[in-house]
């Protein structure tokens, strides 16, 4: 598996954890379902954004022409 798969489960697994304890002390239920959609989809985005930032190599390709 590559570095940006675990990576990307490792935040994911910090999300879930996250929301599981905001659940436990009741904050979800105040804020709505609705909101709480909405925020975790940015989080996994912004996790995705990060593991795909720092896994990539950023080298030149050079192309031999004829």
Do not use: F
């Not at 002390?25 to 930032?53: D, E, K």
């Amino acid at each position: 598996m590559k570095w940006t798969g675990m990576y990307l489960i490792g935040y994911v697994i910090l999300i879930g954890g996250l929301l599981a304890a905001l659940w436990k002390m009741g904050v979800l239920a105040s804020i709505g379902t609705a909101w709480t959609l909405i925020a975790a989809v940015i989080a996994i985005g912004i996790g995705i954004m990060l593991a795909v930032a720092s896994s990539s190599n950023k080298g030149n390709i050079e192309i031999g022409r004829k």
